[in-house]
């Protein structure tokens, strides 16, 4: 089955971090650009950042790039999301989508061939 699964939420006070999972299953991850998003309550969904196949990142909100940051682990067909700092305001639904992108092209826009279901992402004041 070809699915991308969110892990590793939670529920965080103000200035503590997570590290979210992105793990593929049914297709090799490393030749696909990957990318977070999140949604919070009442908003859209916004895109965070990207990693290329080649391993280019590229953020769509410069404003976290002091304190989200993106690694893939290909042993785990895996891309994680590290947050740290994190703030009340970064409450919402975190999600990965993958594009199949095996020459390393930019991962700056969609579309995304897959979603995951979004794991949630609590921080409290």
């Known amino acids: 089955q070809v699915q991308l699964v969110e892990s590793g939420g939670g529920l965080v006070h103000t200035g503590g971090s997570l590290r979210l999972s992105c793990a593929a299953s049914?297709?090799?991850?490393?030749?696909?650009?990957v990318a977070w998003f999140r949604q919070a309550p009442g908003k859209e969904r916004e895109g965070i950042l990207c990693?290329?196949?080649?391993?280019?990142?590229?953020y769509y909100l410069e404003s976290l790039k002091d304190r989200f940051t993106i690694s893939r682990d290909n042993r785990k067909n895996t891309v994680h999301l590290q947050m740290n700092g994190l703030k009340p305001d970064d409450t919402a639904v975190y999600y990965c989508?993958?594009?199949?992108?095996?020459?390393?092209?930019?991962?700056?826009?969609?579309?995304?061939?897959?979603w995951g279901q979004g794991t949630q992402v609590t921080v409290s004041s």
């Open positions: 989508g993958a594009d199949f992108r095996p020459h390393g092209s930019s991962c700056r826009t969609g579309p995304w061939d897959f």
């Open positions: 049914g297709f090799a991850l490393d030749v696909y650009a």
């Open positions: 990693m290329s196949s080649s391993g280019g990142i590229e």
